[in-house]
């Protein structure tokens, strides 16, 4: 029952990403896009670049490496960067290790994951961003449900939940004091359901991870983990050959894979709206507590 | 979910409402129904909501466990701050600004109403309408939320009796004609037993209207927009440094009130300049006409002076250009409003500096009477200001249209947004 002046939801979640994305390039200096390599970042490049065609994006993207990554998003971002004509800034987490900035986790539940927020706020104070966009959604997580748009960080990169700025209608306050940055989530209101939908649209290619795929893997916990070098079985643990696919992309050490036979985005979308269970459910490092996120957040993680 | 299909998702619309309340108004029970009943609560949420009431040694699977996301807000079983939640149906998908209801959070409320197409009101059958409920449809109101539903909760315990709803129905509405309401809907409701609110009751025979799931997927939100009066604000000054684009210079923004066609004579503020659409761009495509709240690329035949808080309007519809701004303001902040204070004002596009030239009153939010006498405008206070800026803004009543009637007023010390206000 749409008449002309109706917008579908995609259109009134694009348009808003887009005016959030514009906001961020009018008030601040030094901003920067966060690239993980995941669905969402690739969707928020994508409203990145409609937002300012002809031209090219007036900011890097930025990249956080684990050094534990799948091969095909690396591929796949070199590729993208290419085809843009975007500029890549990498903040490596080896680097963090290798200079003693961070120690690294031991034992077979080791993960990189949380040595991230070290080597990113390193890389925003090294090129003095200030304003880092992400692809976080309100969605996700119950502590992400309260973030803001314009999400204010202080001199040490910190997130206060209960002293966040009031947010109203479509004004966005990115003022600050030197020192401080914003983390900005154009792509705050959409869910996992949009953001397929809105990759189904759009035809915007995906790694070839996110589809089905034969895969040497363990499994932990109900989990299943993927077979990698640096990857440590526990006892009763043992690899074997599934048809499986992500549904999201992290680094390798946290990202759950799904049994899956979905071969193409139509089949991705129908699997989604049968399943029961969330995306993050299969994240290692949310099942750590109940407030596992908003501890991460507050330190000044994604 | 599984009624999803990759079919007909471009014909789903977007719903944004607000739900004010606390624990005791089954606000929690009533969005907990609305997401589990429309399948949107995954089964590791559920056990995750599960575990934590156990924990917390609750008899009762506490729904309240989702929505509050906040450590503090589970520790002390409130909600403090907005949360936003997202279902969808076949029909409609759906975002929820969820907000406290006491009046000590009465910005939080008005935070969650400045976004909202819909509120819902919930009304305790069994206390009919009250102080809360009077607060809660004053900041609807006052923001300007179009379509107000009100439910009439716990019908289970009044005997699902008609009488008592027909009661409410009719106080409710005569206490809503001192108020700006549109449109108001009433649905009798048990969220804890789920009588209309997913599926019709078979308690209420006598209710003839829809279950509320169906109230929100039919609400018509097509001319929640201002398609009249034409207003572009300027954001972004797109100039490609490239061989192919040279001579490209287009005016990037959301359109902020009514229609917008290719050939359309428009006038620039302040320059008053005048010139016509070359053409309106998405991405690679050019569109014939844009409207709000659209984020398009506008092109103009003549190469003149435009940036960032400029704004497009046509010659025979002009907003308001003036310094001198009478406001409804809610005040967002412990450090109270300083008249003759000096702020920073947002509003569209464009930043200025204001002087707070006088609190004229404020008003009981409970009772909607003026307070006379205090006029000190304190957090959640809700007053009429007049304001002076440095510098003319191009405002619409709050009223007419929401985007060009909104500003915030920004501390210059601590750079915090301390105060909302709607143009009058």
């Not at chain 2, 709000?292 to 003149?304: H, K, R």
Request: proline residues 4%; contains cysteine.
């Amino acid at each position: 029952m749409r008449n002309s002046y109706n917008l579908t939801h995609l259109e009134e979640l694009e348009y808003e990403s887009i005016y959030v994305i514009r906001e961020v390039a009018a008030q601040f200096e030094r901003p920067a896009l966060l690239f993980s390599g995941g669905k969402d970042s690739i969707v928020m490049t994508h409203l990145a670049v409609k937002a300012f065609y002809p031209a090219k994006l007036p900011f890097p993207l930025v990249h956080i490496d684990t050094g534990h990554n799948f091969e095909e998003t690396i591929t796949y971002r070199d590729e993208l960067v290419k085809s843009i004509g975007a500029r890549l800034i990498v903040g490596s987490v080896q680097e963090s290790i290798d200079t003693g900035r961070v120690t690294e986790e031991k034992g077979p539940t080791a993960s990189r994951n949380i040595l991230q927020t070290t080597t990113l706020l390193d890389t925003i104070e090294k090129y003095k961003f200030d304003a880092a966009m992400g692809g976080g959604r309100r969605d996700e997580e119950k502590a992400r449900a309260k973030e803001r748009f314009f999400s204010h960080r202080d001199e040490f990169g910190q997130w206060d939940p209960k002293n966040q700025r009031p947010e109203l209608w479509n004004i966005f306050n990115g003022r600050k004091n030197p020192g401080e940055h914003f983390r900005v989530f154009p792509i705050s209101n959409w869910t996992e359901m949009d953001v397929w939908q809105y990759i189904l649209k759009e035809k915007i290619e995906l790694p070839n991870l996110y589809f089905t795929h034969q895969r040497e893997v363990f499994n932990r916990d109900g989990q299943w983990l993927a077979k990698a070098p640096f990857m440590m079985l526990k006892d009763g643990e043992y690899y074997e050959t599934k048809t499986v696919r992500c549904r999201t992309i992290g680094d390798i050490s946290c990202t759950g894979l799904t049994l899956s036979t979905a071969n193409s985005l139509e089949d991705i979308i129908s699997e989604i709206a049968a399943t029961r269970v969330t995306e993050r459910g299969g994240r290692a490092d949310d099942l750590r507590s109940e407030a596992a996120m908003e501890d991460r957040k507050k330190e000044g993680y994604f | 979910m599984s009624e999803f299909s990759t079919k007909g998702y471009l014909d789903m619309e977007l719903l944004r409402f607000t739900t004010a309340g606390s624990v005791d108004d089954g606000k929690s029970t009533l969005i907990g129904r609305l997401l589990y009943d429309s399948k949107s609560i995954f089964e590791d949420q559920l056990e995750a909501v599960k575990r934590a009431s156990i924990r917390r040694g609750n008899e009762h699977v506490d729904l309240a466990l989702l929505t509050d996301g906040l450590r503090a807000e589970r520790e002390q079983g409130i909600t403090i701050d907005v949360a936003y939640r997202y279902f969808a149906t076949p029909k409609r998908k759906f975002i929820i600004a969820d907000t406290p209801g006491h009046i000590q959070y009465t910005r939080n409320m008005v935070t969650g109403a400045s976004t909202a197409n819909a509120a819902i009101i919930l009304i305790d059958a069994r206390n009919g309408v009250t102080e809360q409920t009077c607060r809660h449809s004053y900041i609807a109101s006052l923001l300007r939320i179009p379509h107000v539903i009100a439910c009439i909760n716990k019908m289970d315990l009044v005997g699902y009796s008609e009488e008592t709803f027909r009661s409410i129905e009719k106080t409710y509405s005569e206490f809503a004609q001192k108020l700006d309401i549109p449109d108001i809907r009433f649905v009798p409701i048990s969220a804890l037993h789920g009588d209309n609110v997913v599926d019709a009751s078979t308690n209420m025979p006598w209710y003839a209207g829809g279950t509320l799931r169906q109230v929100l997927e039919g609400i018509e939100i097509g001319n929640d927009h201002n398609l009249v009066d034409p207003r572009f604000p300027v954001q972004y000054v797109i100039r490609p440094i490239s061989d192919e684009f040279h001579d490209y210079r287009g005016y990037a923004g959301r359109v902020a009130g009514g229609v917008f066609r290719k050939g359309d004579k428009v006038t620039v503020l302040p320059s008053m300049l005048g010139s016509t659409i070359k053409s309106i761009d998405l991405y690679k495509d050019t569109i014939e006409s844009a409207y709000a709240p659209m984020s398009v690329t506008i092109t103009l035949n003549d190469d003149i002076d435009i940036s960032r808080g400029d704004m497009l309007v046509k010659e025979e519809n002009m907003p308001q250009l003036t310094q001198d701004i009478d406001l409804m303001v809610c005040w967002m902040n412990e450090k109270p409003l300083q008249v003759n204070g000096k702020y920073t004002v947002k509003h569209t596009t464009r930043d200025v500096r204001c002087i707070v030239k006088e609190v004229k009153y404020k008003v009981n939010v409970n009772n909607l009477e003026q307070i006379g006498g205090d006029l000190n405008v304190g957090l959640n206070d809700i007053a009429c200001i007049s304001i002076r800026t440095t510098k003319p803004l191009f405002v619409d009543p709050y009223k007419k249209n929401r985007r060009t009637g909104a500003l915030i007023i920004i501390d210059e010390a601590t750079n915090n947004t301390i105060g909302v206000g709607m143009v009058l």
